[in-house]
T-cell receptor, first 117, second 113 residues
Framework: DGGITQSPKYLFRKEGQNVTLSCEQN?????MYWYRQDPGQGLRLIYY???????QKGDIAEGYSVSREKKESFPLTVTSAQKNPTAFYLC????????????????FGEGSRLTVL | AQSVTQLDSQVPVFEEAPVELRCNYSSSVSVYLFWYVQYPNQGLQLLLK??????LVKSINGFEAEFNKSQTSFHLRKPSVHISDTAEYFCAAGRNTGNQFYFGTGTSLTVIP
């Protein structure tokens, strides 16, 4: 079935360690996104990519890094520079129109819950 | 900057009663509007969307929302809720260029037996 796969579902990390969250999609979508979800704050955009080998910072990119070497993959690294990394992380994808316009909705993965000990 | 406001963080309602979850957006340009639902420890699923055309849009499980341009609102309604509707609901807006999406802070709907 087509969709977005995030792994791992749960992850524990010690302070000072980097950790990488995986996101793979088989929907053939050009655009991919990483959001962070905290209670009472909704979803905040970390990074997004509209095409392979290109990505842009979102509203809260500090302490995070991404790569987009393949269309289907958009891994997120939470670095030790992120001061409060404990959160629920959601990956999503969408397919823009030919002119880059929004043509529909975001498709989400099941999320990865990161806890820093 | 574009923003989405969900006025109620928590909405308790008895089973089979009607419910309205409020959403307002601020934008000076055309937008696309969405409602997503999230069950515990899961990702978000699209409930319904307004892109153009009829201002009243409906989901397959009885929810509906109406795009009101003059009031910049996109409230979600259901005439009779079920226990299974208990979830977090997010309103979102997307500009028709740039392919970015903006989310509200969510409304937790709890259906009481």
């Amino acid at each position: 079935d087509g969709g977005i796969t995030q792994s791992p579902k749960y992850l524990f990390r010690k302070e000072g360690q980097n950790v990488t969250l995986s996101c793979e999609q088989n929907l053939n979508h050009d655009a991919m996104y990483w959001y962070r979800q905290d209670p009472g704050q909704g979803l905040r955009l970390i990074y997004y990519s509209q095409i392979v080998n290109d990505f842009q910072k979102g509203d809260i990119a500090e302490g995070y890094s991404v790569s987009r070497e393949k269309k289907e993959s958009f891994p997120l690294t939470v670095t030790s520079a992120q001061k409060n990394p404990t959160a629920f992380y959601l990956c999503a994808s969408s397919q823009p129109g030919l002119a880059g316009e929004n043509t529909g909705e975001l498709f989400f993965g099941e999320g990865s819950r990161l806890t820093v000990l | 900057a574009q923003s989405v406001t969900q006025l109620d963080s928590q909405v308790p309602v008895f089973e089979e009663a009607p419910v309205e979850l409020r959403c307002n957006y601020s934008s000076s340009v055309s937008v696309y509007l969405f409602w997503y639902v999230q069950y515990p420890n899961q990702g978000l699923q699209l409930l319904l969307k307004y892109l153009s055309g009829s201002t009243l849009v409906k989901s397959i499980n009885g929810f509906e929302a109406e795009f009101n341009k003059s009031q910049t609102s996109f409230h979600l309604r259901k005439p009779s809720v079920h226990i299974s509707d208990t979830a977090e609901y997010f309103c979102a807006a997307g500009r028709n260029t740039g392919n970015q999406f903006y989310f509200g802070t969510g409304t937790s709907l709890t259906v009481i037996p």
